[in-house]
């Protein structure tokens, strides 16, 4: 970054690098955990019980954000900081717990490595909340440069992708050779050693001025849905979204059942990347041009098509198989990339209904429901795997028909969830850019609300008072 570029930022460089290093190795470390399912029916574990297991902590998680952020708001530590003592701890607790979960050895009996999975799967979601909350918070305390906490975040994310995919297409390259235990504790040390500079360079300049917002109950977010619908609209088209978010799921699966060796694993989850990184590269420029949710409904619809096209081409024919596979991804940066766009969007509605600018009740709902729509994904796909007849066990032989289950699941799964997203969206969802543009310019005093009403009100109503 140049001279002039940096002008009027307040962190130091090496700030920024250590931020981006800390989300390189954070994404590693959570797409890892994103194996667990695999991992679950290797060591013995039906798949139908893995289904059931998983959703436990994972509604646990979804609580302890509420609960965690009540109290990140309220309490400064002695040395004057808000937020990284949380970091540091938090860095430490998600290494040990995440190996907690892989070294679950798998002669154990069943009840024993349910309950120790359960225990270490909850410590590892506090510890993670720990962790992810006030990562995310210390670049307010960074630098109060708007422009420079955009860059920050904007670096974080970007290096948070390169994490994901490295570590899928790495992961089933390393785990055949090490196993679960020692593969976990490789990769939780390479994520620890990235996020450790960030542990040690990052500065909070203005902790004491961050005042404590309120963080909203359960309530109070049921209050907020009841009077901005599309919120409610886009939230629900995020839940059944997370149906076709299968492939890190089934990809080992995949490998093994369909394609008969694991490490095609790797070949797939490069691919799928490909993909998703083209796509996720023309979408900003797709929205510039035309209306972003006619853009999503675009993307749903591929992907709706070329799922079931992927489905009737079959696994037989590896090549053709993996052409077809990217292009059923195609989808997934489309609504990861837009549905929190139209998030936004609501909260502009919600502003010009109840002059309330709630983002924050916004964001608790949409971590609410991402959280949800893991443990959802997870759960249905390993039920699925159950009905079809799949046996537990990393070496287990699998009866007749599996595989064409296996296919199944992946293909039409994702096939559902477009179809069911496209559907809600296409018939409820009516803000579109220039709505959105009229109600920024009314809540930000540009216009009237006699102004806002001439254009907004046959179709959304009055504004605020």
Not at 79 to 106: D, E, H, L
Not at 296 to 312: D, E, K, W
Not at 356 to 379: D, E, P, Y
Request: hydrophobic share 55%; aromatic share 12%; net charge positive.
């Amino acid at each position: 970054m140049g001279k002039a570029s940096r002008e009027g930022y307040i962190a130091a460089p090496k700030e920024h690098r250590s931020y981006c290093l800390f989300f390189l190795g954070q994404n590693i470390l959570w797409t890892f955990i994103g194996f667990i399912s695999t991992f679950l029916t290797d060591i013995g574990i039906p798949a139908a019980r893995a289904a059931a297991i998983l959703l436990v902590p994972k509604i646990w998680d979804a609580v302890n954000d509420t609960i965690f952020g009540y109290i990140v708001d309220r309490h400064n530590f002695k040395n004057g900081q808000k937020f990284m003592p949380w970091v540091r701890i938090g860095t430490a607790a998600v290494g040990i717990t995440t190996v907690a979960i892989f070294v679950i050895p798998p002669s154990l009996s069943e009840a024993v490595k349910v309950v120790w999975f359960i225990i270490a799967y909850m410590l590892f979601d506090v510890a993670y909340t720990i962790l992810d909350a006030p990562a995310f918070a210390v670049t307010t305390v960074m630098t109060s440069n708007v422009q420079e906490r955009t860059s920050i975040i904007a670096g974080g994310k970007l290096w948070s992708m390169v994490g994901a995919m490295f570590a899928t297409i790495m992961i089933p390259m390393v785990r055949p050779v090490l196993g679960w235990a020692t593969s976990s504790i490789v990769f939780i040390v390479v994520s620890v050693i990235l996020m450790i500079p960030m542990l040690i360079n990052v500065k909070e300049r203005h902790s004491e001025t961050v005042k404590a917002e309120e963080t909203p109950s359960f309530k109070e977010m049921l209050v907020y849905l009841k009077n901005n619908k599309y919120l409610l609209f886009v939230l629900l088209a995020l839940l059944v979204l997370g149906l076709s978010s299968v492939e890190q799921i089934l990809s080992i699966y995949l490998a093994r059942i369909c394609f008969g060796k694991e490490s095609v694993a790797t070949i797939v989850s490069a691919c799928v990347a490909v993909s998703v990184i083209f796509s996720s590269a023309i979408i900003p420029k797709l929205a510039k041009k035309f209306d972003k949710f006619q853009v999503l409904r675009f993307g749903l619809a591929f992907s709706l098509v070329a799922n079931i096209l992927t489905y009737f081409i079959g696994y037989k024919n590896l090549p053709v198989a993996i052409v077809f596979i990217m292009l059923k991804c195609v989808g997934l940066a489309f609504y990861q990339v837009i549905i929190y766009m139209l998030i936004a969007d609501t909260v502009e509605y919600g502003t010009y209904k109840t002059g309330t600018r709630a983002a924050g009740i916004s964001f608790s709902l949409q971590c609410f429901t991402a959280k949800m729509k893991n443990a959802l994904v997870n759960s249905v796909a390993l039920g699925a795997l159950a009905i079809f007849g799949f046996v537990e066990g990393e070496n287990a032989i699998q009866p007749a028909g599996v595989d064409q289950g296996v296919w199944k699941v992946f293909c039409l799964l994702p096939a559902i969830g477009f179809t069911l997203a496209l559907i809600e969206l296409s018939l409820a969802y009516k803000l579109r850019d220039k709505d959105v543009q009229v109600m920024s310019k009314f809540n930000n005093g540009e216009i009237t609300k006699d102004e806002a009403e001439a254009v907004l009100k046959p179709r959304f109503g009055s504004a605020h008072n």
